[in-house]
Nanobody
Framework: QVQLVESGGGLVQFGGSLRLSCVVSGLTLGTPAMGWFRQAPGKGREFVAAISWTGSDTDYTDSVKGRFTISRDSAKNTVYLQMNSLKPEDTAVYYC??????????????????WGQGTQVTVSS
């Protein structure tokens, strides 16, 4: 059974930082192509960041470039999202996602097969 479990969300002030974690279990190759998405109230789920299987390639949506960093620890089957300089518009439920059949960077929601339950990030102004 494949499981993705996010943690690390919470309430933070404008300009603050949080690190989200996503622990993956049940996949033969640990953490293949992985991504982070977010969904704000009343909006659709949008791409935030993605990382390839080797970790050598990453991609980000424009609004988080220079502030967020995606990384992985394959030994721990864990993917991270370091979020710095947080803004109120970053407030959303953050989801991690996995595609066990791909090793490259994937940015479309439809590219991913498995999803976590989400973790709430709230940034106060």
């Amino acid at each position: 059974q494949v499981q993705l479990v996010e943690s690390g969300g919470g309430l933070v002030q404008f300009g603050g930082s949080l690190r989200l974690s996503c622990v993956v279990s049940g996949l033969t190759l640990g953490t293949p192509a992985m991504g982070w998405f977010r969904q704000a109230p009343g909006k659709g789920r949008e791409f935030v960041a993605a990382i390839s299987w080797t970790g050598s390639d990453t991609d980000y949506t424009d609004s988080v470039k220079g502030r967020f960093t995606i990384s992985r620890d394959s030994a721990k089957n864990t993917v991270y999202l370091q979020m710095n300089s947080l803004k109120p518009e970053d407030t959303a439920v953050y989801y991690c996602a996995a595609n066990p059949r791909s090793f490259r960077v994937l940015t479309a929601r439809s590219d991913y097969r498995y999803w976590g339950q989400g973790t709430q990030v709230t940034v106060s102004s």
